[in-house]
Structure formats: structure tokens, C-alpha cells
């Protein structure tokens, strides 16, 4: 498998996508979304392990959600796409607080964090979170936003 970022793109995603939409309209139960997550995980498992190996690039990146965040799904297909293009990733998973993220950032010595925001509660939070984290790590350090939960209502 030489496309992952792509087959989670326009596959994984999009059937996520479709899920939540069900569960917000109420379409489907809470334990038919879980099914359908807990299999879309295990399905990026068994793929991010299938990858052929690559020349590692030098790189590191962290991948994190800030506090209040629920979601890992996101995050793990960014951190397979990015080790199958040769970066060494460390994932954090979700709710982490971010003196950790910008910690594990320093100790990895990452050039690239990744903060994943699926669902905003508060966006003056999360920008505080932001400023917080490009404060703590260092300069040229890349801080790549992403997720859902930045529709266009939100910016």
C-alpha cells in the first residue's frame, strides 16, 4: 500500500464523516458509531502496519489533541501517513494538557506537531491552547492545525 494518505482521505474520512452525520441526526445509536470507529481503528492498524518501510527522512512530528478532545481516529491516520513517508511520529492521543505536548516536542526534538480538533466546545479555548503551545517549543517549530471541528463557522 503506497497511497495511505489517500485511501484515508477519500475512504476512512469520508466514512467517519457519514457516521457522524447519522449520530447527529439521530439516525443511528451511540453503539452502532462505536462499532463503526472501533473498526475504522483497527483498520488503520492493520494498514500502517502493511507499509513497506522507508529511508526514515530525519523528522520527527508529535501528533495531540488538546484538552476536551474525545477523538483519536484522526490523529492515527495522520501518524501512519507520516511514518509511511519516512517521519517518526509519537502520538499522543487525545486530551493531553499541552506542557506535555510542547515537553514530548522538546524531548523528540519534533520539528512538526500536529494538533487534531474533531469537536470545539470552546474556541477561545482552543486559541488559548494554541498561543499557549507556539510560546513553549522552539522557534520554527511547524504547528499544523486540523479537524473537523474547524468548520468554516468556527474560524
Known sequence: IRELPELFDHY???AMWKVGE???RNEIDIFEEKICSTTIQASIDILANRVPSVIASG???IIAGFPHTVDTIAGKMLAASLRSVGV???DLGCNVP???IAKAAVTHSASLIC????????IDEVI???????????DGTQIVIGGGGLSASMR
Open 12 to 14: 476512512f474520512a469520508s
Open 22 to 24: 447519522l449520530w447527529h
Open 59 to 61: 523528522r520527527s512530528a
Open 88 to 90: 517518526s511520529t509519537f
Open 98 to 100: 499541552v506542557p506535555s
Open 115 to 122: 494538533i487534531n480538533h474533531t469537536h470545539v466546545v470552546d
Open 128 to 138: 488559548h491552547h494554541h498561543r499557549l503551545l507556539k510560546d513553549s517549543v522552539a
